[in-house]
Nanobody
Framework: QVQLVESGGGLAQVGGSLRLSCLASGSQFRIYTMGWYRQAPGKQRELVATITSGGTTNYADSAKGRFTISRDNAKKSVDLQMNSLKPEDTDVYYC?????????WGQGTQVTVSS
C-alpha cells in the first residue's frame, strides 16, 4: 500500500506557475503508475496527467503544452509543474497511485487562479 500527501497548491495569477508535489510512503513506489487528477465541486474527478513506472506520460488535452508531470523514484515523489495558468485550472488537485486494480489518493490541494 502507499499513502500520499500533496503540497504546493495555492493562489496564482493568470499566466503564472505553480508546482504541486506529492510524497508517498510505503513500499515499492517505483512500480505504481502515478498521476494528478482534479475535481470541482459537484463534478467528477478528471485526469490531468499520469506517469507510468517506465516513465511514459499521458496528459489531458487541457494540460498538454502547459503542464509537466515528473517522478523521482528515489525520493518517492511525483510533481506537476503547471505553467501558463488559466482561471479554468482552478480546482482541487489530487495525487493518485495505482496498479492492478489498487488505487490510493491524497487528500487534495486547492489551486486557485485569479485574473
Amino acid at each position: 500500500q502507499v499513502q500520499l500527501v500533496e503540497s504546493g497548491g495555492g493562489l496564482a495569477q493568470v499566466g503564472g506557475s505553480l508546482r504541486l508535489s506529492c510524497l508517498a510512503s510505503g513500499s515499492q513506489f517505483r512500480i505504481y503508475t502515478m498521476g494528478w487528477y482534479r475535481q470541482a465541486p459537484g463534478k467528477q474527478r478528471e485526469l490531468v496527467a499520469t506517469i507510468t513506472s517506465g516513465g511514459t506520460t499521458n496528459y489531458a488535452d487541457s494540460a498538454k503544452g502547459r503542464f509537466t508531470i515528473s517522478r523521482d523514484n528515489a525520493k518517492k515523489s511525483v510533481d506537476l509543474q503547471m505553467n501558463s495558468l488559466k482561471p479554468e485550472d482552478t480546482d482541487v488537485y489530487y495525487c493518485y497511485a495505482g496498479r492492478l486494480g489498487y488505487s490510493s489518493w491524497g487528500q487534495g490541494t486547492q489551486v486557485t487562479v485569479s485574473s
